[in-house]
C-alpha cells in the first residue's frame, strides 16, 4: 500500500475559474523521474510555465506503492504539433504513434516515451471514443478508466488527484472514475481491466456487481476484439489475486462470456496450478487451466493468439498429452524432457496435477519439476546415415529401425553412445 502521506487543497471548485482543485501531495521524487532521458523529455515540454508537464497513470500509481515503473507515460496541455515541435527544438526524435488521440511518443537516448495531450471524449461507440483535446487536467482524469490510473506527478514530486485515486489506492480500492456503467459502455474492455487490476491492487473480494453491469450489455462484449481480451487476460491470471477475480467471473457468468468454454471448475484448477512452488512461469497454463479438455479450438478462434500460443493451448488441454504427467520416476520426467522439452514438459506436468492427476508416492512436484526443468535432454546418437552406412535402405524400414532403437536408448536413460546394429 502506499506510503503515508499528507493530503491538501481538497477537491473543490476555484473561486476564480470554476474549475475544480484537486487533492495535491507532496513527496520526494521517485529516482527514475531524474533519470536522463526522462528529464530530457519533461524539459522539452517544460518552456510554458503556466502549462508544465505531468507524469501520469501507472507510473504514478507504482511509485505511490512502492513498486517499480514499467512504462513512463507523460500528460501536457500542449497540443500534438507543439509537442512535435518542442521535441525537435530539442534534438529528440517524435513519433506519432497516436496522433489521432493525441499521442507522440518522443524517443531519448533510445528510448521511448508516450506524450499525450490533455482529452474529453465526444463520443465512445463501446470500442473506441472520439476525443477533443483540452487544456483542463480534472477534465482528463475524468475521461480515464479507474481512480487509481488518474493521478499525476509533477517533476517535483507533487501529486495532483481530482477523483479520489490516492484514497482508492491506500484503501485496496478499485474504483471506476465516475459511474461505473458508463465507464462500461464507453469501453467494456473496462470490464476485464477492473477485475485485473484488483486482482493486482485490490483488498477484499472484487465486485460482482460489475460483471452483472457488463453482461447487461453482452452486445458490447460480443464485439470485442478477440486480441484485446487476450492481452487483458493473459496479465490478469498472472497477478497475486487471479484466482479470486476468475472466481467471481466465472461465478457470474462473465468468464465463459469472454473466455468461450471456460468451465465452472477452472478458477478451483488455477488456484492448484498459483500453489505449486517452484510456480509454473507463463500465463498460457493458467488460461490452459480455465478450459474444458479439448476445449482450445473455440479459446483460439476467439483470442486470436500467436501460432505458439495457439499450440501450447492445444497441448495443455489434449487428454492424450496430458495422459502421461506427471512423470512417475526421474527416468520418466527425463524422458518427458526429451519428447516435448523443458518448458512444455514442466507446464503439462503441472497442468495434469491442476487436472487431478495423481503423482507417484515420494515422487511429488517439488522432486520432479527441478528434473523437468533444469535435465539438458542429449541428442540421440544415431543418424539414419549410421544405418544406412551398415547396409540399411531408405525407405520405411529405416524410419521404423531408428524408431526402435531410439525407444531402446530412452529406455536405457540416453547413454551417450548407442550401438547403430
Not at 52 to 60: A, H, K, L
Not at 85 to 111: M, S, W
Not at 307 to 334: F, N, V
Not at 342 to 351: C, E, I, Q, V
Amino acid at each position: 500500500m502506499p506510503r503515508p502521506i499528507d493530503l491538501v487543497d481538497p477537491a473543490a471548485p476555484d473561486a476564480d475559474t470554476g474549475r475544480t482543485r484537486p487533492v495535491t501531495a507532496t513527496l520526494p521524487p521517485p529516482d527514475w523521474m531524474g533519470d536522463p532521458a526522462v528529464a530530457k523529455v519533461v524539459e522539452a515540454l517544460s518552456d510554458d510555465p503556466a502549462r508544465p508537464p505531468r507524469f501520469v497513470g501507472g507510473c504514478v500509481r507504482n511509485w505511490l506503492l512502492g513498486m517499480p515503473a514499467a512504462d513512463i507515460d507523460i500528460a501536457t496541455a500542449l497540443p500534438p504539433a507543439a509537442v512535435t515541435e518542442r521535441a525537435r527544438a530539442a534534438g529528440l526524435k517524435p513519433v506519432p504513434t497516436g496522433i489521432d488521440h493525441g499521442t507522440i511518443t518522443i524517443v531519448a537516448d533510445h528510448r521511448g516515451f508516450e506524450v499525450t495531450t490533455l482529452r474529453r471524449d465526444v463520443s465512445t461507440d463501446g470500442r473506441r471514443a472520439t476525443v477533443a483535446f483540452t487544456d483542463d487536467w480534472a477534465e482528463d482524469a475524468r475521461r480515464r478508466d479507474l481512480t487509481m490510473n488518474a493521478l499525476y506527478a509533477a517533476a517535483d514530486g507533487t501529486v495532483f488527484d481530482w477523483v479520489g485515486g490516492l484514497a482508492d489506492l491506500a484503501a485496496g480500492r478499485v474504483r471506476f472514475v465516475g459511474a461505473a456503467a458508463t465507464r462500461l459502455a464507453e469501453d467494456m474492455l473496462r470490464v476485464l481491466r477492473y477485475y485485473r487490476f484488483h486482482a493486482a491492487y485490490g483488498a477484499g473480494r472484487p465486485d460482482p456487481g460489475i460483471a452483472r453491469l457488463a453482461l447487461a450489455r453482452r452486445d458490447l462484449i460480443d464485439r470485442l476484439s478477440g486480441e484485446r481480451i487476450a492481452k487483458e487476460m493473459l496479465r490478469l491470471v498472472t497477478e497475486p489475486g487471479a484466482v479470486a477475480a476468475v472466481s467471481v467471473m466465472a461465478a457470474t457468468g462473465l468468464l465463459p462470456a469472454l473466455i468461450p468454454g471456460a468451465e465452472p471448475a477452472g478458477p478451483d484448477r488455477l488456484a492448484r496450478l498459483t500453489r505449486l512452488d517452484p510456480p509454473v512461469a507463463g500465463a498460457i497454463p493458467r488460461l490452459a487451466a480455465l478450459l474444458p479438455l479439448g476445449g482450445a479450438e473455440a479459446v483460439i478462434d476467439r483470442l486470436k493468439p500467436s501460432r505458439r500460443r495457439a499450440d501450447r493451448l492445444k497441448a495443455l488441454t489434449d487428454a492424450d498429452r496430458l495422459s502421461g504427467y506427471p512423470p512417475a520416476t526421474p527416468h520418466r520426467a527425463r524422458v518427458a524432457v526429451y519428447r516435448d522439452g523443458n518448458d512444455l514438459a514442466l507446464a503439462l506436468a503441472a497442468s495434469a496435477l491442476a487436472r487431478g492427476h495423481p503423482v507417484a508416492q515420494g515422487f511429488g512436484w517439488p522432486v520432479f519439476a527441478p528434473i523437468l526443468a533444469d535435465f539438458r535432454a542429449p541428442r540421440f546418437p544415431v543418424r539414419p546415415r549410421d544405418l544406412i552406412a551398415r547396409g540399411a535402405v531408405p525407405g520405411p524400414d529405416l524410419g521404423r529401425r531408428l524408431k526402435a532403437l531410439e525407444a531402446a536408448w530412452l529406455e536405457a536413460d540416453m547413454p551417450a553412445a548407442w550401438p547403430a546394429g
